[in-house]
Structure formats: structure tokens, C-alpha cells
């Protein structure tokens, strides 16, 4: 009697082609389960999480949604946040730093700075548990300033004369085609004074500092790190791996750790040319004609 054939032998083909599908599927099922968020490999070991806050700060949603998943992922033992950051604008600032405020209220947050934390760029970090700067980062400029142009006067030489209609005397402020009336400026003035009073707060709670300590230095001056170390502003001199160190510690870890970084953002080819990311492109696209910013 003739002996029955397995299904190999009878369909080698599809055989075949099953094979390497449920080769696939297991090659991808190992990789989701060792694979990081962030691309890394964590294999057991301890997790800590890394934020970057590079250029100017003109959106917060990358940056606040990526500390939300730091902040909820319960192997995450500690974040440090990388800045190196002028400023930007207020509102971004400022969510940026509530997010900042409540993952410091779970685990240990370590901010590091580079060249630069100034402005908005220090604002953020300042809900950190600990801040570690370079001696030469330039940091502090706690202030407001609002940037724009007219050219009203110019178009007038020109034989040009601008008419802008509006409801209401303040509505005009900030237009190119208008000079600020005396009004205009001391509201625009008085602007800049509340959201002055909210960053001066602010940091004040973020550092545990008196208020009149911050007031003393929120002059809108830009400080190196080996000053606002005496003003309090940081905690510590030291780089990149002093900040991690010091995380590691804080968070009770010997040896080493996996780094799981972000938030991703991907590269252009503008910004491999120009060096200019794609967010720090829409927002100097999308500024109106005059911002108030950090």
C-alpha cells in the first residue's frame, strides 16, 4: 500500500512560503518584545528615559507627548532632560514645563545643559529635581519680549498711505502698517508685565526659591551656568555625564542603564542642509507678524 504523503512533500511550494512567513513573524515578534521606544535594546536592564529640547521652542506636542510616556511607563526609573535651547514662545514654554512639574512628581528628573538654556529654554527645566549646568552654559534671561516691525512710516514716503480698520483702539497693536499710540504701547506694556509676573512665579515654585531671589536676577540678563549657580538657578556644574551620574543616584542605580531617547523627529533633507528641524521650520513659517516669547 502506497504510503501517504505529508503536506511538504505534496505542496513543497507552499510548504515553502509558510516557512518563511512564520519565520518572519517570529524574527518580528523577538524584536517587539526587546525593542525599546527609542530604538534601544533593553535585555533586563535598568531604564532611564532621556528628553531633548534642541532650538528654538515654538510647539510643545512632540516634546510634552514624549514625557507623558517617560512619565507613565512604570520601568522608566528616571529622566534626565537634555536643553540646549534659547527660548521660544510662551504658551509651548509652558506646557512643556507643567509636563515637566508633574514627571518630576514620580521619579527623579535631571535636567543637563549644553551650549545654551536660556529664557524659555531655562524655564522648562526649572520643575526638574536637579539641574546640572556647564561653567560656560548661558543660561538664566528670565524675561519677556515682544518683536515686531512697522513700516508705515516708509510706505508714507513712498506716496503710500495704510489704512487699517478696526472695533476697538487696542486691536490695532502690533501692526505693520501702524506706529503704537502712547495707549498702545502701555497695554502692550502691561502685557508683558503679567506674563513677566507668571515666569518670575514660576520659577520661583520650580527652584524653591523666594520670589524676590528670582525678581533680583529676572532683569531679562543672560548668566553662565558658574553664576546661576551662585544666584541658585542650578544646582551643579558638570556635563552630560555628570548630569546622568547624578540621575543614576537619585534613582538608586549601580551599573548600567538603558536609555530610551526622544521625542523622534525626522530629518529632512532641509535640515541635513541647513541644520533647522522640521518644527523649528513651522514655527518661524507660521509666527504671525509680532510674538511674545521667553
Not at 528615559?49 to 514625557?67: H, Y
Not at 522608566?76 to 527660548?87: C, D, E, T, Y
Not at 529676572?218 to 553664576?227: E, H, K, M, S, V
Request: proline fraction near 4%; hydrophobic fraction near 40%; include cysteine.
Amino acid at each position: 500500500m502506497e504510503a501517504k504523503l505529508r503536506f511538504s512533500q505534496r505542496h513543497p511550494v507552499l510548504f515553502g512560503i509558510s516557512m518563511i512567513i512564520l519565520a518572519v513573524a517570529l524574527v518580528a515578534g523577538v524584536m517587539a518584545f526587546f525593542e525599546s521606544p527609542s530604538g534601544s535594546f533593553s535585555f533586563g536592564q535598568v531604564k532611564i528615559g532621556r528628553v531633548n529640547v534642541v532650538g528654538p521652542i515654538m510647539e510643545s506636542e512632540a516634546v510634552v507627548s514624549w514625557i507623558r510616556t517617560l512619565r507613565e511607563d512604570e520601568s522608566i526609573k528616571g529622566v534626565l532632560l537634555r536643553v540646549n535651547s534659547p527660548g521660544g514662545a510662551i504658551a509651548p514654554s509652558q506646557e512643556i514645563y507643567e509636563a515637566v512639574s508633574k514627571l518630576a512628581e514620580v521619579k527623579p528628573v535631571v535636567a543637563s545643559y549644553g551650549t545654551v538654556a536660556a529664557s524659555g529654554g531655562y524655564y522648562i527645566s526649572c520643575p526638574a529635581t536637579k539641574i546640572v549646568a556647564n561653567p560656560g552654559t548661558i543660561t538664566g534671561s528670565i524675561g519677556v519680549k515682544a518683536e515686531f516691525m512697522t513700516f508705515g512710516a516708509a510706505l508714507e514716503k513712498l506716496g503710500i498711505r495704510p489704512e487699517v480698520l478696526a472695533t476697538g483702539r487696542y486691536k490695532t497693536t502690533g501692526t505693520p502698517l501702524k506706529d503704537l499710540t502712547s495707549e498702545q504701547r502701555a497695554q502692550l506694556q502691561d502685557l508683558l508685565s503679567d506674563m513677566q509676573d507668571q515666569f518670575v512665579t514660576d520659577v520661583a515654585k520650580g527652584r524653591g526659591m523666594d520670589e524676590a531671589e528670582v525678581r533680583a536676577v529676572a532683569d531679562g540678563r543672560g548668566i553662565t551656568g558658574r553664576q546661576a549657580l551662585v544666584y541658585g538657578l542650578v544646582d551643579r556644574l558638570g556635563g552630560q555625564e555628570d548630569a546622568v551620574a547624578l540621575l543614576k543616584k537619585l534613582c538608586g542605580i549601580s551599573g548600567k542603564v538603558t536609555l530610551l531617547e526622544g521625542p523622534e523627529e525626522e530629518e529632512s533633507l532641509l535640515r541635513r542642509l541647513i541644520g533647522v528641524g522640521s518644527s523649528d521650520l513651522k514655527g518661524l513659517l507660521q509666527a504671525p507678524g509680532w510674538v511674545f516669547s521667553y
